[in-house]
């Protein structure tokens, strides 16, 4: 691995001043898990790493009760979200997700931020976020902007950032009530397995408890970046959700999906995982619904 200097800033903004001195030659760092990874096989070369670590407000994790708002510092790691109460019992689908991220070392030191920017097809973190209409808080030389989430990813390892950008928090709006969502990662294992197709479902229905207002179905592994299933989000807003419309909202999401063969898995097998695991997540949204009613 070649020689680089580290240095530890503890603002946004000296992090960013840094790299300008630096441009070319630096790498900004959070919790490392991809970026060590890079360097031990050659595939980056940088002469200064900057890390963000020690930038404490990137590392909040807070909800305001007054708007309901819930605000992700992007250093926030998988682990400090997988322990959460409060992600467990209301946002299910980030704890789904982010509780199978690699194995409990790199849990503890992976990050959220580190997980979006990154920005592969297989981002476990990436899933929930969009479905739960994440905004990404971008902060540059240029001052800050937001972006939401499902909007950030252009291509495999390349996000909308501009140079020297940083990801500071992302937000999720308040959660209308009756909501229920789920994520689940199918690979070969169990434990330290990248998904061969990731689901994330999120369903919001009326007063009466089927009819569909709202519904995101997000899929990693289906496409280039992490998408959302358009037509079949259309499909269900609006009805009556049971087991066969969530079985139809299945088949057009694997069918929307631009899934491929890879070394882990076939296409085929992808868009039969997507087929399923719609319909099981629709219904695991549903029991948490009438759980919570
Ligand atoms: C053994 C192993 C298993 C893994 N398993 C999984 C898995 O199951 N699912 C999964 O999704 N991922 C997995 N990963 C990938 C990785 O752990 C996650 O993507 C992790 O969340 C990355 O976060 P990090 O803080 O370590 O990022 P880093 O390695 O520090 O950074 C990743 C990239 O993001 C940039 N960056 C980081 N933070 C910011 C920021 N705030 N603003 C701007 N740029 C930033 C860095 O410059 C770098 O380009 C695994 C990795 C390993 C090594």
């Given amino acids: 691995m070649k020689a680089f200097k580290y240095l530890s800033p503890t603002t946004v903004e000296e992090a960013i001043a840094l790299h300008g001195q630096h441009s070319e030659t630096a790498k900004y760092i ?8 890079k ?5 980056m070369e940088p002469d200064y790493l900057i890390s963000l670590k020690k930038i404490e407000e990137m590392s909040e994790l807070h909800k305001n ?23 467990q019992n209301e946002y299910p689908i980030i704890y789904d997700a982010v509780s199978n991220i690699g194995s409990l070392q790199v849990r503890n030191v992976g990050t959220i931020g580190g ?24 902060h540059g030389p240029e001052g800050e902007r937001s972006i939401e989430v499902k909007d950030l990813f252009v291509q495999p390892y390349k996000t909308v950032l501009k140079p020297r950008e940083i ?14 969502s789920a994520y689940i990662k199918f690979g070969r294992r169990a434990a330290m397995e990248l998904p061969l197709i990731g689901i994330g479902v999120l369903l919001t229905v009326n007063d009466d408890l089927v009819t569909c207002a709202k519904a995101r179905i997000c899929l990693g592994v289906a496409a280039p970046t992490p998408m959302r299933a358009f037509d079949a989000e259309s499909l269900l807003v609006g009805k009556k959700i049971d087991e066969k419309i969530l079985i139809e909202a299945g088949k057009i999401a694997a069918d929307e999906s631009k899934v491929r063969d890879s070394v882990r898995g076939k296409a085929w097998h992808r868009k039969e995982m997507i087929r399923v695991m719609v319909r099981r997540m629709g219904l695991k949204c549903l029991q ?5 009613s």
């Fill in 65 to 87: 009760d007054a708007t309901g708002e819930l605000s992700i510092g992007a250093l926030v790691t998988h682990a400090t979200l997988e322990k959460s109460l409060m992600i």
């Fill in 115 to 138: 997980n979006l920017i990154n920005a592969v097809p297989s981002a476990d973190g990436a899933i929930p976020l969009i479905a739960l209409d994440g905004v990404a808080l971008l």
């Fill in 167 to 180: 990801l500071k928090k992302v937000t999720i709006p308040p959660q209308t009530s009756h909501t229920g």
């Fill in 39 to 43: 360097l031990k096989e050659g595939w």
């Fill in 288 to 292: 948490i619904i009438r759980n919570n």
């Fill in 30 to 37: 959070a919790g490392g898990t991809d970026v060590i990874v």
